[in-house]
């Protein structure tokens, strides 16, 4: 999130190739959004110095292994595989919401290193859990509780290596989504008839964008979908319209039911033609064209299709520091700016936060914490208009 180049000169894995695009990540693997995905994740988990359990497997997994090595599936009537680390908060942030009228589903990204060859993460695991929870749940989740209830189930996501073969990468991603499913009907029925918010980031964000596709586009629980905020991947604005039939993306602040997405990098390192090629590579091959290929971008500071740039005295609040251990650092305000350039939101954070890119000016890892109380109040927003 060792031993891959993950920016600079590199593509990085998530948001590209394979789906999870940071930066310029020069292999050779499968170029579906999913590789692409798993890439992504893999950058998150390397940089986030996920727990190391054991020795690195000998040879390369083979699909097989995804189920034969499985670990158990989580039962969600256990409070227990539902993180409460949400309720984290950066000083100076707003208070949670006691009863908030929305619920929240929010899909933590890669988190799990397992040289010992583990395709997914074992959920038993306290060590790997806690990170989790550390790392992204109280950085990202927590930045929805301000209006909203968060239900943030633990889920067995793919591990990075599985992102090595593409037959196993796709083996261990329908096993996390086999257990995102799952929870999302757990969560359904804990919420009744509750208005509700999709949220992910990296592999989450795969597997909500998933979710978004294939169970609540064009049903019944599209009705209730407040909003979904898929960030860190690469959907492609043609996608609305092919792969989404109903949902659009969000053009306003106080839009209702559509769609935002946005993906952070460096504007003074980023190679901005190399990243668009590799990252809508998968859309082209899927749909046969090139219109609307460009990736979907809905700028965070602004939350407005017509204001795509943003200056830093709109940034309310970042979240400073790398994801790490222990509560979230107090947050900054004014010291980001962002704009929205061909598919890419392009920053200049303030050097004093101490945020570290990948290579090629990927801020992965910094997606939702650059605006983490910009998210806060536009989230608020939504759900008191929500209708």
């Not at 017509?306 to 709109?314: F, I, M, T, V, Y």
Request: proline content about 6%; aromatic content about 8%.
């Amino acid at each position: 999130m060792a031993g891959v180049a993950l920016r600079g000169r590199t593509h990085p894995p998530q948001r590209f190739r394979h789906g999870i695009g940071d930066g310029k990540l020069r292999t050779r693997g499968a170029r579906n959004r999913g590789a692409w995905l798993m890439w992504k994740a893999l950058a998150a988990a390397l940089l986030m110095k996920a727990p190391v359990m054991a020795q690195e497997a000998p040879r390369l997994p083979v699909a097989g292994d995804v189920q034969a090595k499985a670990p158990l599936a989580p039962d969600y009537a256990d409070a227990a595989n539902w993180s409460m680390a949400w309720q984290t908060l950066p000083e100076g942030a707003t208070p949670a919401a006691k009863h908030g009228k929305v619920a929240v589903f929010f899909l933590h990204p890669t988190t799990f290193r397992s040289p010992d060859g583990a395709l997914n993460q074992d959920l038993r695991d306290a060590a790997s859990n806690q990170w989790t929870d550390e790392s992204s749940i109280a950085r990202q989740a927590s930045a929805f509780s301000g209006c909203c209830t968060v239900y943030a189930p633990r889920y067995r996501a793919a591990s990075y290596n599985s992102f090595a073969v593409p037959e196993v990468q796709q083996a261990a991603f329908a096993l996390a989504y086999s257990d995102v499913e799952r929870a999302f009907d757990a969560f359904l029925a804990k919420i009744g008839d509750a208005p509700f918010i999709i949220a992910g980031h990296s592999q989450g964000a795969f597997h909500a964008a998933t979710l978004l596709e294939k169970r609540i586009d064009g049903t019944a629980q599209q009705k209730r979908l407040v909003a979904a905020y898929i960030i860190g991947i690469n959907l492609s604005e043609g996608e609305f319209g092919r792969r989404f039939k109903s949902v659009k993306p969000c053009a306003t602040p106080s839009q209702t039911g559509c769609v935002l997405q946005w993906n952070a990098y460096l504007a003074d390192q980023v190679d901005g033609t190399a990243v668009q090629s590799y990252a809508t590579a998968a859309y082209v091959k899927k749909f046969g064209t090139e219109e609307g290929r460009q990736m979907l971008c809905i700028n965070p500071l602004t939350f407005d299709a017509g204001r795509p740039e943003g200056d830093a005295s709109l940034a309310q609040g970042t979240v400073p520091g790398d994801p790490g251990k222990g509560a979230p650092k107090a947050l900054v305000a004014h010291a980001v700016s962002a704009r929205c350039e061909k598919g890419l939101l392009l920053v200049k954070p303030e050097k004093a936060l101490g945020l570290e890119p990948l290579r090629g000016g990927v801020m992965h890892y910094h997606d939702v914490g650059l605006f983490w109380a910009n998210i806060r109040a536009n989230v608020a927003l939504r759900a008191k208009v929500f209708k």
